[in-house]
């Protein structure tokens, strides 16, 4: 297996790792390298979908002919940490958070730097 690379951002132009991992899993779909960070592809892709985040990959560069799923249905919640109205593409339940999307990616980027996954690094 293939040592963890570090890559740069075509838009932010911040470095992120490429694990091992991540790049089996490349492999094994036939994918080539990504060339923006988490965050930046996050942002394209809930740009492409209207800004939901939860719409299947069609019309990108992970699309494989299948047709798309469709519209997912989506439920109204109140977020955990700010307490914004939130819309999730699940049922929610009482024994578990809901984040809006704003805080659930602040929330998955404190995860990653937790782990040592990424290099951390400031906002501008």
């Known amino acids: 297996m293939s040592a963890d690379t570090t890559l740069t951002c075509r838009d932010c132009g911040?470095?992120?790792?490429?694990t091992s991992g991540e790049q089996a899993f490349y492999a094994?779909?036939?994918?080539?390298?990504?060339?923006?960070?988490?965050?930046?592809?996050?942002?394209?892709?809930?740009?492409r979908n209207g800004?939901?985040?939860?719409?299947?990959?069609s019309s990108s560069s992970y699309d494989t002919g299948?047709?798309?799923?469709?519209e997912r249905e989506m439920?109204?919640?109140t977020c955990s940490a700010c307490g914004q109205e939130a819309s999730v593409p699940f049922q929610p339940s009482s024994d578990k958070p809901v984040y809006c999307s704003s805080c659930f990616q602040q929330r998955r980027?404190?995860?990653?730097?937790?782990?040592g996954g990424y290099a951390s690094r400031g906002r501008y």
């Open 14 to 18: 911040q470095a992120f790792v490429f």
């Open 28 to 47: 094994s779909r036939g994918f080539s390298e990504p060339s923006r960070c988490a965050d930046c592809r996050a942002a394209r892709k809930a740009q």
């Open 51 to 57: 800004g939901s985040g939860y719409s299947s990959y």
């Open 66 to 70: 299948y047709s798309s799923r469709g």
């Open 75 to 77: 439920f109204t919640a």
């Open 109 to 115: 980027g404190n995860d990653r730097s937790a782990r």
